[in-house]
């Protein structure tokens, strides 16, 4: 059965992770609910953040894992037995698409947009984490998709889901300081300077490089000074257009 569910409830589940801190050892919602009361989520990405994301929605069904690395996915397996196992989304969505309610997307950022996309255009509620997508157009088509489609959506901003900020959000469309038209970002982060060591070897058995790269133009797997999951941050693995890997 597919639980129909509203706003409220989907961002409710996604932001689990506050009711079930509180709540003793061993003990979650989902022994007071029915199943037909749960989501039936898959997870794409259940490493570090990923983790982080799955573990705060043991209130749910976890129907389905998804991650390139095997031995994050044999972690995550293993606290979720009842889940099954995929390296690839996209043979996820094709196997699982009628077998759970909304997704959760922690991959590397590169393949956020790619793989919200294909849940969306199941109608598939989404929980990404930032950033959502790499351009304006990417974000406008998820958003046409989401609309089309009826789907529930929230990305991953931490504090900005809070009152305060909604608040602000509030005033800013309501004119209090008149029409924008200028907008200023900036991040106060960066990661190893943007420098790099790259070798001429094999990435390690347990990651699928070919898979984590996506849509990603191919580059050689980084090592030694750099985890390859910040490849992406780094600017080395600008989105191209990249044969569908069969």
């Given at each position: 059965?597919?639980?129909?569910?509203?706003?409220?409830?989907?961002?409710?589940?996604?932001?689990?992770?506050?009711?079930?801190?509180?709540?003793?050892?061993?003990?979650?919602?989902?022994?007071?609910?029915?199943?037909?009361?749960?989501?039936?989520?898959?997870?794409?990405?259940?490493?570090?953040?990923?983790?982080?994301?799955?573990?705060?929605?043991?209130?749910?069904?976890i129907v389905a894992l998804c991650?390139?690395?095997?031995?994050?996915?044999?972690?995550a397996a293993g606290e979720f037995p009842k889940a099954t196992k995929y390296r690839d989304y996209r043979k996820l969505f094709d196997a699982e698409a009628k077998n759970f309610d909304a997704v959760v997307v922690s991959t590397a950022d590169h393949n956020h947009a790619v793989a919200s996309a294909i849940a969306l255009s199941l109608g598939k509620h989404v929980y990404c984490e930032k950033p959502l997508t790499?351009?304006?157009?990417?974000?406008?088509?998820?958003?046409?998709?989401?609309?089309?489609?009826?789907?529930?959506t929230q990305m991953g901003t931490q504090i900005h889901a809070g009152d305060n900020y909604r608040r602000v959000v509030e005033l800013i469309q309501a004119g209090a300081i008149g029409t924008v038209s200028e907008v200023y970002?900036?991040?106060?982060?960066?990661?190893?300077?943007?420098?790099?060591?790259?070798?001429?070897?094999?990435?390690?058995?347990?990651?699928?490089?070919?898979?984590?790269?996506?849509?990603?133009?191919?580059r050689p797997f980084c090592t030694e000074t750099m985890s390859p999951y910040f490849l992406a941050s780094s600017g080395l693995c600008r989105p191209h257009a990249r044969p569908t890997q069969t």
């Open positions: 059965m597919t639980v129909r569910l509203d706003r409220r409830r989907f961002l409710g589940a996604a932001a689990a992770g506050a009711v079930l801190a509180g709540l003793p050892t061993g003990t979650t919602r989902a022994e007071e609910r029915s199943p037909n009361e749960r989501l039936k989520i898959a997870c794409v990405g259940v490493a570090n953040k990923g983790w982080d994301n799955v573990a705060n929605l043991r209130s749910e069904d991650d390139v690395d095997s031995n994050y996915l044999d972690k790499h351009t304006v157009q990417e974000a406008r088509h998820l958003a046409a998709l989401a609309a089309r489609n009826k789907c529930v970002n900036w991040c106060n982060k960066g990661w190893s300077n943007g420098r790099f060591k790259v070798a001429n070897q094999p990435a390690p058995a347990n990651l699928d490089w070919d898979l984590w790269l996506g849509p990603a133009k191919q």
